[in-house]
């Protein structure tokens, strides 16, 4: 008779130990997933209004003014001082530049937007510069939005292709390269000419 009451007793602690454990570990996982739904979760494009990608081909003309009247780029980093250099391409420079971006190879034809951002001199061999830039639009539907420049630009190549890796408003989303050509270049001023081709959703 005590046995019997002993092992009913013991096989109650158990459901209860067992319970108890099943329903913490529970707690445990919910408020684990809703944390992490705090933190970051899977969303439909549609809820942020994309629908079918697009792509988009820009082209316009950029002007590096560095010397001379409406200065556009500075340099902000002389990098001869600390790489004791004997390259004639400026390695170790770096320039902040508010480039007016236009429809015609002329400076003073209809300005698009602006180059904004930085470029580095990159390269001990031969002009290649690392550009971090946004170009930042003006004009028509794209007004308010900016593409994302990140890559390598080997300045005297007959072309070169460098990555857009992102953008705003128009170009949420974009992914795309510019297609670039040096129309015209000296110590003075450069004039390049940009073939932008971008996917987007907007």
Known sequence: MVASVLKTQSFIIFLILFFITIITSFSRLTVAYGYSELFGKYISPSS??????????????????????????????????????????????????????????????????????????????????????????????????????LGRNEVLSTAREIPIVGGSGVFRFARGYAQVRTQSINQARAIVEYNVFVFHYR
Do not use: C, W
């Open 48 to 149: 942020l209004g994309l629908k079918r990608e697009k792509l988009s081909h820009l082209h316009f003309y950029l002007h590096d003014v560095l010397s001379g009247k409406n200065i556009t780029g500075i340099r902000v980093v002389d990098g001869k001082p600390s790489t004791n250099r004997s390259s004639q391409f400026m390695f170790g420079d770096v320039y902040v530049i508010d480039d007016p971006l236009t429809i015609e190879p002329d400076i003073n034809s209809k300005t698009v937007g602006k180059a904004q951002g930085t470029y580095t001199v990159a390269s001990q061999g031969e002009l290649s510069l690392l550009m971090v830039t946004n170009f930042a639009f003006t004009e028509g539907k794209y007004n308010g939005s900016t593409l994302s420049v």
